[in-house]
T-cell receptor, first 114, second 110 residues
Framework: NAGVTQTPKFQVLKTGQSMTLQCAQDMNHEYMSWYRQDPGMGLRLIHY???????DQGEVPNGYNVSRSTTEDFPLRLLSAAPSQTSVYFC?????????????FGAGSRLTVL | GQSLEQPSEVTAVEGAIVQINCTYQ??????LSWYQQHDGGAPTFLSYNGLDGLEETGRFSSFLSRSDSYGYLLLQELQMKDSASYFCAVRSGGYNKLIFGAGTRLAVHP
């Protein structure tokens, strides 16, 4: 049981480049989300999805796109990377209404934009 | 919108008890959660309070007062391995769309 798997673990981009952070879960969770974590700012919600074909914006969605074509996968796309997007990105998933607000997080993807 | 406030840093010694407070503002309340994150690691779920009162899980307890929009995480018999960041979080609307506080960094010293 792999849980939530994120790839890549580390990535360096140049300003203006595009890339996709991958997230896959094998727990049949309906809900998936992406957070970014910056020093002193905790975890900020970028986008989330409540099921295949359904996505919505979180607190800081600008500069990021998502799609959810399957229950298992929830990729995060940066169309034109900016230095302000240097951060650690976490994908998380859960059952839709787990009651106890339990999210399972991936190990994170550290992105540096030069 | 939602906002959460918690202290940025707390220091304690091994064997002691420490309390990490969290105050929140939210439109609609669906419970207060706590997560632990070690340096370089992923956040992991610790505790949840949906109703007022104390929830205990081993050395960790969490308390909620909905009338005061306040909760805390209590860590007893502190160990070096408890050195980590602790985040409180509230659910924003349906599903598990969680909004997190900025985190409290706990340093446990011998």
């Amino acid at each position: 049981n792999a849980g939530v798997t994120q790839t890549p673990k580390f990535q360096v981009l140049k300003t203006g480049q595009s890339m996709t952070l991958q997230c896959a879960q094998d727990m049949n969770h309906e809900y998936m989300s992406w957070y970014r974590q910056d020093p002193g700012m905790g975890l900020r919600l970028i986008h989330y999805s409540v099921g295949a074909g359904i996505t919505d914006q979180g607190e800081v969605p600008n500069g990021y796109n998502v799609s959810r074509s399957t229950t298992e996968d929830f990729p995060l796309r940066l169309l034109s990377a900016a230095p302000s997007q240097t951060s650690v990105y976490f994908c998380a998933s859960s059952y839709s209404n787990s009651g106890a607000n339990v999210l399972t997080f991936g190990a994170g993807s550290r992105l540096t934009v030069l | 919108g939602q906002s959460l406030e918690q202290p940025s840093e707390v220091t304690a010694v091994e064997g002691a008890i420490v309390q990490i407070n969290c105050t929140y503002q939210t439109s609609g309340f669906y419970g207060l959660s706590w997560y632990q994150q070690h340096d370089g690691g992923a956040p992991t779920f610790l505790s949840y309070n949906g109703l007022d009162g104390l929830e205990e899980t081993g050395r960790f307890s969490s308390f909620l007062s909905r009338s005061d929009s306040y909760g805390y995480l209590l860590l007893q018999e502190l160990q070096m391995k408890d050195s980590a960041s602790y985040f409180c979080a509230v659910r924003s609307g349906g599903y598990n769309k969680l909004i997190f506080g900025a985190g409290t960094r706990l340093a446990v010293h011998p």
